[in-house]
């Protein structure tokens, strides 16, 4: 049997076909202490399917500017540097994810399904999350794109595991390969540069407890990130989500302590948001 790595698919990220240089370069320019915004300007410019992605958003009813942004300067600063970063990083994780080596666009649906629903349970739950949420929800799966791009026939073994033996996704990765798609995400993000509470979603989204090493600051999206994954999961198997799913769920209700009241609403919302698929994000 051919022995799989985590090195050999870090090797291949290598190749900035995966992701835009940019992405890269943006995400270690917006970690120095005294980024200036003409730094950021000459890096977006060089992509300009990025440029219009960020024209598109910071003239978008979401931003509810007055008057149109018309020129780059002026769409930055409407979106900050936060924005600026979330929505450039969601932008290649999506062209990852919609160029697998697959027939299927399955990681791509689950991610857009996953933000949406991040999305609501961060406005319910922890507002100021809104934004890590978002982009948590896309990202939140990306070691399965490497896995999948780089060892396709293998993990076509995966999937028997789960769907034939009823083996969680996670323990069918690693009695293949040795290891999960939460590892080789992590590693690959950090390798990306990309800011640590995220990286830190990637890497725990299945396992979440009290001696996990993340950053603090980080349970409340892991947890809003990983509910998300339990609604859409639930719904992609049986075509139906409901309030008791959230209410008979031990860890749903703990997320929800204090707010019950939210849970109807909740549940309402995202499959409102699911039906209408992709947002500007």
């Known amino acids: ?17 995966y992701i835009p240089s940019v992405v890269i370069e943006l995400n270690t320019v917006i970690a120095k ?28 009813s979401f931003y509810g500017r007055v008057k149109k942004a018309e020129n780059l300067k002026e769409a930055i600063v409407t979106l900050g540097l936060r924005g600026l970063q979330f929505l450039v990083i969601d932008y290649a994780m999506k062209n990852i994810l919609k160029n697998l080596k697959t027939k299927d666009d399955f ?13 609501i349970l961060a406005k319910k739950l922890q507002k100021n999350l809104f934004d890590d949420a978002a982009v948590s929800g896309v990202i939140h799966d ?27 996704p996670i323990d069918a990765e690693r009695n293949v ?23 830190d979603v990637i890497h725990f989204h299945h396992c979440i407890n009290g001696n996990n090493d993340f950053l603090p600051e980080s349970r409340k999206l892991i947890e809003i990130v ?30 929800f302590d204090g707010k019950e009241d939210q849970i109807g609403n909740s549940v309402e919302e995202i499959k409102q948001e699911w039906e209408k698929g992709d947002t500007i994000m």
């Not at 049997?1 to 076909?17: A, D, H, Q």
């Not at 990681?107 to 999305?119: E, F």
């Open 107 to 119: 990681l791509l649906r689950h991610a857009v399904k996953v933000s949406a629903a991040s999305r």
């Open 226 to 255: 990983k509910l998300a994954d339990i609604l859409t999961n639930k719904y992609d198997k049986y075509s139906v989500l409901s309030e008791n799913d959230v209410k008979e769920n031990d860890f749903s209700r703990k997320l």
């Open 33 to 60: 202490a005294d980024v200036k915004l003409n730094e950021i300007l000459l890096l977006i410019e060089k992509d300009q399917g990025i440029v219009s992605r960020v024209f598109k958003v910071a003239n978008s």
């Open 142 to 168: 990306i070691g399965k794109a490497f896995l999948i791009n780089v060892y396709p026939d293998a993990y076509i073994q995966v999937q028997k595991g789960v769907q034939e033996d009823n083996i969680h």
């Open 177 to 199: 390969f040795g290891f999960d798609h939460t590892k080789v995400g992590e590693l690959i993000t950090n390798k990306w540069n990309f800011p640590q509470r995220l990286i």
């Open 1 to 17: 049997m051919k022995p799989y790595s985590v090195e050999e698919i870090l090797e291949t990220t290598g190749n900035l076909s």
